[in-house]
Nanobody, 124 residues
Framework: QVQLQESGPGLVKPSQTLSLTCTVS??????????MGWIRQAPGKGLEWMGA???????HYSPSLKSRTSISRDTSKNQVTLQLTSVTPEDTAVYYC????????????????WGRGTQVTVSS
């Protein structure tokens, strides 16, 4: 059974960097044919794909967030990290990590695995 767990601070101050870690158990984050990605959902809004990293370590980002987003991995720890710089209150959302067959994730698809999500609030 593949399980994903997001972790990190639940409160971040404006202008600072949001950092989250996704720890995966049950399979390798470099498993063939899968992407490890991050998706968020702001209050009252739909899912927003942020970016992903593929099995080779190549990253892919949403154009709207590319300038502020960085995804990396630590294969020895089976972890994927997300960093979002210069945050504002508009970045307040539930953040999910997911393993998916598709690079861009706009919905939950059969065969994908999602973490439970973690609430991150940007406020001073």
């Amino acid at each position: 059974q593949v399980q994903l767990q997001e972790s990190g601070p639940g409160l971040v101050k404006p202008s600072q960097t949001l950092s989250l870690t996704c720890t995966v158990s049950g399979d390798s984050i470099t498993a063939r044919y899968y992407y490890m990605g991050w998706i968020r959902q702001a209050p009252g809004k739909g899912l927003e794909w942020m970016g992903a990293i593929d099995t080779s370590g190549n990253t892919h980002y949403s154009p709207s967030l590319k300038s502020r987003t960085s995804i990396s991995r630590d294969t020895s720890k089976n972890q994927v990290t997300l960093q979002l710089t210069s945050v504002t209150p508009e970045d307040t959302a539930v953040y999910y990590c997911a393993r998916s067959r598709s690079r861009v994730v706009i919905q939950r698809n059969p065969g994908d695995y999602w973490g439970r999500g973690t609430q991150v609030t940007v406020s001073s």
